[in-house]
């Protein structure tokens, strides 16, 4: 089974930045990966995803144009480049990743692979 380890979260000012990283534990049976995140009284919304193979980005609403996924494939990591961040995107983040092809980027039901999460907290 493929372990994911989220880490990066913290305190981060508003108009800031932060960075998270997931390290999976291989990715030779992995076709994507993404983020979800759940905030206080909320349902896990989907923040993005990036088909691991090639490299193809996709992103929620609330989060275009300012968060960007990239991949390192040499360490099996997928990072979350979060800019100017508002207080609105406090949430504990996730990372997924299935061994699935034909998926729906923002189901969390096709994502299998599951990582504890890592706490995000914006101050204004």
């Known amino acids: 089974q493929v372990q994911l380890v989220e880490s990066g979260g913290g305190l981060v000012q508003a108009g800031g930045s932060m960075r998270l990283s997931c390290a999976a534990s291989d990715t030779f049976s992995i076709y994507h990966m993404g983020w979800f995140r759940q905030a206080p009284g909320k349902e896990r919304e989907f923040v993005g995803a990036?088909?691991?193979?090639?490299?193809?980005?996709y992103y929620g609403d609330s989060v275009k144009g300012r968060f960007t996924i990239s991949q390192d494939t040499t360490r099996n990591t997928m990072c979350l480049q979060m800019n100017s961040p508002k207080p609105e995107d406090r949430a504990v983040y996730y990372c997924?990743?299935?061994?699935?092809?034909?998926?729906?980027?923002?189901?969390?039901?096709?994502?299998?692979?599951w990582g504890q999460g890592t706490q995000v907290t914006v101050s204004s």
């Open positions: 997924e990743a299935t061994p699935y092809w034909e998926i729906s980027e923002n189901n969390p039901t096709d994502y299998p692979y």
């Open positions: 990036m088909r691991w193979s090639t490299g193809n980005l």
